[in-house]
């Protein structure tokens, strides 16, 4: 096979990995659907419990903050609502030098919000900042493995020099290290950047009241044919869940996430508000330092995912409507493996696993417990069932923003967490679970981990990567760095006149298309 057969060839494989996601994951995404003809203008208020702290893509983490960068920004490539990948800024890309080059053709005539041109050198600007030390973006850790240079082509070509082949590279440019903001207008603000973020976004950032709300307004010059349809984007911090569900029965907003199947018993069958379902939610499960005691005992944790009973936390937290979780993949994926399981619930193997792990009378430690109604709730069972082992848990309450700094930071030894999932393998399994993967915050090494994680980012073959997953996973189910709990069932909730949700699998919010019918 000659050197333009291989890299045609690599084209079909690549395009085969992205439908066969696609396929594996078509209809784990609900929609609300559009079925009329979209109306323009109009206020679209959302209740959101934030813990958002930066609208810096450069340097953002929290969960919250995604789906207002998605209203200010734009990414290279987006995800649709099967996770798919299609063009955004980037309308195609072709694959050179045996996949370690992949040519982007950008967008032309394309604007940021303070009337700069987004190009070549602005794509360059950005994964370059990103990459560079002196930035101490949270995000080197994802694109430094990845890309060795950046080349402009000319203003409507942009260049990607790979280390090595990588077949997650569109999924990651989906993400945070896609999103695209102007360099002029970096430069100029510095870190007031946040406080004045400029993309090329369909809505363009109006203020923020710490506190109380973020106020987005519509792009007069958006780049996309007849979008945003809205007027105008507003984002009111609520307390709690409970607030929120309130706010909207009276009509105070339009829409509210993140909404658990206990949090909807109030309004299921209310005329005048749609449920919107994701079927597929996010990962729950419990983490641990993996490099420090106690938790580098294996013993211990073998006694602590024995003594867990996730059908009952499931039944309880999700009304059973989660589904349990032997591992971070769900059912339906194509790097799902059904073999793998998780040490079963039995409380006389907990409390045997704990006499070996060295503890016949008992283990007390902390758990930290975060300000969100579905974590508390899980940390309530497990303390709980842990205690029915000898396993003796205090509870440690912190906010959303403080309990997630302290696990960037390493301060938080035991907590519940929860993922949402990405559009390859490599965004989730790599980012958690790899020694070098920005994400993995148990500090998790193990070298058959790393060497396979590697060579799947590196194979665009699906069969090959599906058999070097599978056993990832498999050692995951036996080092249990993390312990499996459940996949959420989550939904949203809106005004019946809000119409065009779609979910994507993400769980980030995308209001770009949404639209009110007015009454």
Known sequence: MDREETIMQMHKVLHAVLALAAATILGLAGAQGQTATPKRGGTLTVGFISDSKTLDPLFSVQYTERQMLYLVFNTLVKYAPDLSIKPELAESWTLENDGKRVVFKLKTGVKFHDGTDFDAAAVKWNIDQ????????????????????????????????????????????????????????????????????????????????RGNRITFERNPNYWEAGLPHLD???????????????????????????????????????????????????????????????????????????????????????????????????????????????????????????????????????????????????????????AAAGIKITLEPASSAEWYDRIVKGLTNFTPTRWTQRADPDGL?????????????????????????????????????????????????????MLPLFFSAEYAALRDDVKNHVWIPDQIPRFREIWKAGK
């Open 429 to 481: 399994l790599y980012l958690l679970f790899h020694s070098k993967g920005y994400g993995n915050t148990t500090k998790y090494k193990n070298a058959r981990v790393d060497e396979l994680l590697d060579k799947a980012r590196e194979t665009y073959e699906i069969d090959q990567r599906k058999v070097m997953y599978s056993e990832v996973q498999k050692i995951l189910a036996t080092d249990i760095p």
């Open 130 to 209: 990103r990459l560079d030390p002196a930035t101490a973006s949270p995000q080197r850790g994802q694109l430094e493995p990845v890309i060795a240079s950046v080349e402009v082509i000319n203003p409507s070509t942009v260049a990607f020099n790979l280390k090595a082949r990588n077949a997650a590279l569109m999924s990651l440019l989906g993400e945070r290290p896609g999103f695209m903001v102007s360099p002029t207008a970096w430069k100029k603000a510095g870190k007031d950047f946040s406080d004045q973020p400029v993309g090329t976004g369909a809505f363009v950032f109006k203020e923020w009241v």
């Open 232 to 386: 105008r984007i507003v984002l009111s911090d609520l307390a709690g869940s409970v607030v929120g569900i309130q706010r909207l029965q009276t009509g105070e907003i339009d829409y509210v996430a993140d909404l658990g199947p206990q949090d909807i018993r109030v309004l299921e069958g209310k005329p005048g508000i749609v449920l919107d379902p994701i079927t597929v939610g996010r990962w729950f499960s419990l983490q641990w330092h993996m490099d420090a005691p106690p938790f580098n005992n294996p013993k211990l944790r073998q006694a602590f995912a024995h003594a867990i009973d996730r059908g009952r936390i499931n039944d309880i937290v999700m009304r059973g409507k989660g589904t349990i979780s032997n591992g971070p993949t769900p059912a339906g994926l194509w790097w799902y493996d059904a073999s793998v399981k998780t040490p079963e619930f039995s409380i006389d193997k907990a409390k045997a696993a704990l006499k070996e792990a060295g503890y016949p009378d008992g283990f007390q430690f902390v758990l930290s417990t975060p300000q969100v109604a579905a974590l508390q709730q899980v940390n309530q069972l497990v303390q709980e069932q842990l």
